[in-house]
């Protein structure tokens, strides 16, 4: 996320500054004022100020997520610290074969969250939209001041429902010929969704990407269908095949709604 806001930041940058070097701050047309504040944004949120991206996990809505956590096992761990924006729990570890305290601090995961052993990863179950975001994971040693931080970065997402198609068509022009246009949606995508159409029959597997299908017919053709799959990070779902050429042939009623 940072990395693509930096590329976008120094393409913007680039362009208002006529190919001059990339940082230099003394371009007159750059906007001045935007890069220092995004300098300070960049270093106050400082999730990865140790350098390293976070681990992206994807979950999906209601079910269950667990983010792995190593921990060192030549040393003795004192505690597990797991955040998400604030303290969402402290795992003490015990002495001797002694059971592990835990201390749910976030009443939002009250319930939902336990720390298996031997590593006590975090497993949380039912998600919800609200637990999408950054998560992070501090182990104490007991003989040290030395901790370590893993960093996570969760994304929740419903699985997708099956698509709808509607289909629009241009009256008939010269010879019967005319144009359309598919269109497949799925109600409650959210973020992340891809679209494309699939032809049958045509032995070429192209698809065609994006939710809007444009093709045209014309009396004689061979009647391609089309499928249209659509996917998100966590399921990926595909129409039933569609005939094209009957909608414009009038050989059918053309009902714009074609149910799943
Ligand atoms: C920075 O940009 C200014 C204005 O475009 C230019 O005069 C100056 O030579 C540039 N400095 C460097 C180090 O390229
Ligand atoms: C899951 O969470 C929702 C609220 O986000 C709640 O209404 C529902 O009862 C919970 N389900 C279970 C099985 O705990
Ligand atoms: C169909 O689209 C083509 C361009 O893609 C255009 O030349 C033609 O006139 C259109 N036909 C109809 C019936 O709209």
Redesign the pocket.
């Known amino acids: 996320m940072g990395a693509l806001l930096w590329l976008l930041l120094l393409l913007l940058f680039q362009e208002d500054c006529d190919h001059s070097p990339i940082a230099n701050l003394s371009c007159p047309e750059s906007p001045a004022g935007l890069f220092p504040s995004f300098l300070s944004l960049s270093s106050a949120e400082g999730d990865s100020g140790d350098g390293v991206d976070p681990e992206e996990m994807v979950a999906v809505l209601q079910e269950s997520v667990s983010l792995p956590l190593e921990i060192p096992l030549d040393e003795e761990v004192e505690d597990v610290i797991w955040s998400s924006h604030i303290r969402l729990a402290t795992v003490v570890l015990g002495k001797e074969g002694q059971p592990a305290t835990i201390v749910v601090t976030n009443p939002r995961y009250q319930g939902r969250v336990s720390f298996p052993e031997p590593t006590y990863s975090l497993h949380i179950s039912n998600l919800s939209w609200e637990d999408s975001g950054p998560y992070q994971a501090q182990v104490n040693l007991r003989n040290s001041q030395i901790s370590t931080t893993q960093h996570y970065n969760l994304r929740v997402y419903r699985r997708l429902s099956q698509p709808h198609m509607t289909v629009n068509f241009?009256i008939?022009?010269e010879e019967g010929?005319?144009?359309m246009s598919l269109t497949c949606s799925v109600e409650k995508a959210g973020l992340d969704v891809t679209y494309s159409w699939i032809p049958w029959e045509d032995g070429t597997d192209t698809a065609h990407e994006g939710s809007i299908l444009s093709t045209?017919w014309r009396p004689g053709d061979k009647t391609l269908s089309y499928t249209c799959r659509a996917s998100n990070p966590v399921s990926t779902v595909s129409s039933r095949p569609i005939p094209a050429g009957p909608f414009c042939a009038g050989t059918r009623a053309p009902g714009p709604e074609i149910g799943p």
């Open positions: 241009e008939p022009g010929s005319c144009n045209s």
